[in-house]
């Protein structure tokens, strides 16, 4: 981590207190996993898409109370609901019901790994998608070299908090999005980021939107909708 976040800050803003929309309506479990169970919760659509996919969303930090009731991670797994795509959200270890202790983003790879092996499993001839929300997005891009997922939707990727200049670079279609005014991570870090990436994500800069999306969460789901389409567009025509 370059950076420490302002607890303080965090604390006085509520900003993860995933207390602002009424969690998904799913089955929940507990999964085995490296640190002990892994709490997750599905959320299925009404009518599932033609090929639908299994879309896995991680959460933010968890020192900071990220947790799979956040309600960006809320809004995201509606969102894929919307277009007829199941997800699963979870709580890293250490978080709710899942046990063990947060372990700076490399025991949480191994967390997501797990639910995306059991995701795998339930739905084998589905592709994978994995998304994630700030801390979440960094677990997403350690993780994408062993998860290996057909898309990946990054939600304020914290580039200035952690090195991610020593990750893999991604190589399958790819979505960033991105708050103008994000007082969590510098936007204009992500900027250049996202244009020395040789695969070049679809980026959508939401100028007026911080770094939770406070009054925004209508914008990013249109905003999510609208960057999936350009890639199925993008893998249709290619």
């Known amino acids: 981590m370059t950076r420490e976040f302002d607890v303080s800050n965090l604390q006085e803003w509520h900003l993860y207190d995933g207390l602002e929309e009424a969690p998904c309506v799913g ?111 960094y677990v997403v891009m350690r993780a994408q070299p062993i998860a290996k997922a057909r898309r990946l939707l990054l939600v304020a990727p914290p580039v200035s908090l952690f090195d991610f200049e020593r990750l893999d670079p991604v190589s399958v279609p790819w979505v960033v999005i991105q708050g103008g005014h994000d007082e969590v991570v510098d936007s204009q870090a992500v900027i250049d980021w996202v244009q020395q990436q040789s695969c070049r994500p679809v980026f959508r800069l939401m100028a007026d939107a911080d770094h939770f999306f406070h009054g925004r969460m209508n914008r990013l789901r249109g905003a999510v909708e609208t960057c999936w389409g350009r890639l199925s567009r993008m893998e249709t025509s290619g």
Request: with cysteine.
């Open 27 to 137: 089955e929940e479990l507990l999964l085995s996993g490296p640190a002990g169970n892994i709490e997750i919760s599905t959320s299925y659509p009404a009518e599932l898409a033609d090929d639908f996919a299994v879309a896995v969303i991680c959460h933010p930090h968890p020192l900071y109370g990220g947790s799979m009731a956040n309600k960006v991670v809320h809004t995201l797994s509606g969102t894929f609901n919307d277009m007829g795509i199941p997800t699963v959200r979870f709580n890293f270890r250490g978080v709710g019901q899942s046990e063990g202790l947060f372990d700076q983003g490399k025991g949480e790879v191994d967390d997501l790994y797990t639910v995306i092996q059991w995701a795998r499993r339930r739905h084998p001839a589905a592709p994978l998608w994995v998304a994630g929300f700030s801390f979440g997005a």
